[in-house]
């Protein structure tokens, strides 16, 4: 029994046999197997993507999906705790799929369940999954996955998508341009981990310099639900706005990606630009988490 709960709980080889995977199943989404499998999706915060595409991915593998999408109507609204919720989960469920607000959760409950525990996103923590869908997008674009420059823009102090991208970008010799005000800088952890794997990167204040010479600009949104100072996100929330205008001195080949929601940072006249990639990555992680199941189920995908 393996769970994901950090992106760091795959090799290198591991990530690769993911995204080639993904790629088959991209080719096939409704494969001629069925995975006779119930999964339980439970998100203790909001999601659209996360939740929508990971229950997509089990209902095309022919599994069944059970869960919640707010704690309102489960007996956490009692008073139950985690550890006894996640206890009653995994005698129902062969696997879980869990989102939640407090970074280490998600370990906590894959220390109790005793089936694979997959995480949606914990606080600001980590995301591995939209890494993976992150990685699998960068390589279809780029056509590789080495040796690239990557611009990674806004919050990069809470977003927790940045910090699984830096973790799992570090086996391909990459180099970073951090674009981020001050007060949402790189946490000291992350710089620590490039510099002790020799990875480049460099920090700035300003947007249109960060664009160009770059393969990859990684916009993120201001995470408004990690402030605990509204005042704070407000002078915050509208730092950077990437337009199209902006995008006419960067490479041809770049291209824009962002983990969705967006709130403004990216204007919608970048949508109709052949760089916009934000969507079609969205849809990759269909793919990308239809892998994942079977590669922790031990499914063998055709
Ligand atoms: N990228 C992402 O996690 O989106 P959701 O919050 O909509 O799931």
């Known amino acids: 029994m393996k769970s994901l709960v950090s992106v760091n709980d795959l090799s290198k080889a ?6 080639e995977m993904a790629a088959r199943f991209e080719t096939n ?6 995975c006779n499998k119930v999964i339980a999706s439970i998100f203790f915060e909001p999601s659209t993507r996360t939740r929508l595409s990971f229950e997509t991915a089990i209902n095309r593998l022919g599994a069944r999906v059970i869960g919640f999408s707010e704690t309102a ?3 956490l609204a009692k008073g139950e705790s985690l550890k006894d919720t996640i206890t009653m989960i995994a005698n129902y469920a062969d696997m879980i799929v869990m989102r939640h607000p407090l970074e280490g959760s998600v370990r906590y409950a894959s220390e109790i369940a005793n089936v694979p525990v997959i995480n949606a ?5 980590q995301h591995p999954t939209q890494t993976l869908l992150d990685l699998y997008s960068i390589r279809k674009t780029q056509g590789r996955l080495d040796n690239l420059h990557l611009t990674v823009v806004g919050d990069l102090k809470y977003g927790r998508t940045v910090h699984s991208l830096i973790m799992a970008m570090s086996h391909f010799n990459p180099e970073f341009r951090f674009v981020a005000p001050a007060e949402l800088a790189l946490p000291g952890e992350y710089k620590s981990f490039l510099r002790s794997k020799s990875i480049p990167f460099a920090e700035q204040t300003d947007l249109v310099s960060g664009i160009v010479d770059t393969d990859i600009v990684y916009m993120t949104r201001v995470q408004k639900e990690r402030f605990s100072e509204p005042m704070e996100y407000e002078k915050l929330k509208h730092t950077y706005i990437l337009r199209n205008s902006m995008l006419a ?13 967006r709130v403004g940072e990216i204007s919608e006249d970048v949508d109709a630009n052949p760089k916009a990639y934000y969507f079609n990555q969205a849809r990759n992680g269909v793919y990308a988490r239809m892998a994942v199941i079977c590669y922790l189920l031990g499914v063998e995908a055709v």
């Open 121 to 125: 996103g914990d606080g600001s923590n």
């Open 14 to 19: 591991e990530i690769l046999d993911i995204l």
């Open 73 to 75: 109507n489960t007996s």
């Open 29 to 34: 989404p409704n494969p001629r197997f069925t």
């Open 249 to 261: 001195a960067s490479r041809p080949g770049m291209r824009v990606l962002h983990p969705l929601p």
